[in-house]
Structure formats: C-alpha cells, structure tokens
C-alpha cells in the first residue's frame, strides 16, 4: 500500500519567509510525528500527534514553529519567519500504535534551505 | 550526557566480515529499543526491533543488556549493500511514544 508522502520534497525560501511542509501518513494510522535531520546529526524530535489528544509538541526549537493535524490524518508543518538555521531535512513518520508495535513509517523528507 | 549514545565511525569492514555496534542509553527507564537503517539522503527504516532476551533476523542479530543499559547490533557475512548507518532508537517511558534517536554509526563495507 502507499507510505508516507510529504510535499514539497524540496523547498529554498529566503530568510524570514514562511513555509508550510505537508505529510500524508499511512492510511488507518493513528500517530504522526515530525523530525529534523541537520546535515550529518540525528534525528531531532519535533511534534507528535496521537488520536485526538493534545499533541505533545516538546521538541518545537522555537515558536516559530507550529503544526496542526486535519481530520486525524494529513499534517501540516509551519515554519513563520524562517531562519538560516532552520535549514534541514523535515521527516514525518506515522504509526498504528497498536499492542507493542512502535514501528514508526518514515516519509522521503523535505529538503528545506533557506538563502 | 546524551539520552543516546553510538560510536559515529566510520566503520570500514571488508565483505564477508562481521562487524558489530553498540549503542547507551541513559535512562534506566527505557522501554523499547530499535535499529533503524539510513541510507544516504534517504529516510530511517526499521531493520529489527531489540528484545530483552535477543533476537535474531537472518545474518543480523540485536541484543539487550538492561543492566549496563546499552544495545548490540551484529551483522555477520556483511555485503556490500550494507553499507548505511545504523541508528539506535529507544522509547523512554509508557504512555510516551515519543522515539529518541540515537546520531547513528556509518558502515561502509569495502569490496
């Protein structure tokens, strides 16, 4: 079945523009989360939705960044007045948070680089 | 200290090698544990998840020792399209989904 998609796949904005990055998890999963990967460092955790709870949102850097989730499916990613060092990969990853399965399906990323 | 911890290589082993990893974790709260696999500008994929008494998936085995709190991963017979790096996962708490990663190790397995 289809995976994870996320759109753009790559994105350059200038500096102190606003961008919004799309993810569109796995059909019937209920968790998605969201990551940023900086050129050659791990993952760094972001946001996570699970259901209709309140979305942990510990990993937001600043509040620049927000993110909402539709209809408990697809989510959306804001990045308001972008900085250079928002510059990263932005993987989404959903999971069916079901019994003892955590495995977490990733998204290709989007490739952000602000000028 | 980091809440996970890998050696960050590289690693370059010569096909047909074993090679093995090991990651920490600080918190002895700790759950569940992974590897994932990351291929160069590619997204993490699961490659096995880490149970308390091992587990073993064709050549690659994954063990866990709760009492020094780290995670093995060995790869035995190793091709060349294992070159990737391997990424220690672990979930913290129940209740708590969240995954930390861990920055990952490089293999590149030479010819």
């Known amino acids: 079945g289809a995976g994870v998609s996320q759109s753009p796949s790559n994105k350059v904005t200038e500096k102190g523009k606003d961008v919004e990055l799309r993810c569109d998890p796995i059909s019937g999963h209920t968790a998605l989360y969201w990551y940023r990967q900086s050129l050659g460092q791990g993952l760094e955790f972001l946001i996570y939705?699970?259901?209709?709870?309140?979305?942990?949102k510990s990993g937001l850097p600043s509040d620049r960044f927000s993110a909402e989730r539709t209809g408990g499916s697809v989510s959306t990613l804001t990045i308001q007045r972008t900085q250079q060092e928002d510059s990263a990969v932005y993987l989404c990853?959903?999971?069916?948070?079901?019994?003892?399965?955590?495995?977490?399906?990733f998204g290709p990323g989007t490739r952000l680089t602000v000028t | 200290r980091k809440e996970v911890e890998q050696d960050p290589g590289p690693f370059n082993v010569p096909e047909g090698a074993t090679v093995a990893f090991n990651c920490t974790y600080s918190?002895?709260?700790?759950?569940?544990f992974f590897w994932y696999r990351q291929d160069c500008r590619k997204e993490p994929k699961l490659l096995m998840s880490?149970?308390?008494s091992g587990n073993e998936d064709g050549r690659f085995t994954a063990q866990l020792n709760r009492a020094s709190q780290y995670i093995s991963l060995l790869i035995r017979d190793s091709k060349l399209s294992d070159s990737a790096t391997y990424l220690c996962v672990v979930r913290s708490n129940f209740g708590n989904e969240k995954l930390t990663f861990g920055t990952g190790t490089r293999l590149t397995i030479i010819p």
């Open positions: 939705f699970q259901g209709n709870s309140a979305p942990d």
């Open positions: 918190n002895s709260a700790s759950q569940s």
């Open positions: 990853a959903s999971s069916l948070q079901r019994g003892v399965s955590y495995e977490q399906y």
């Open positions: 880490v149970y308390s």
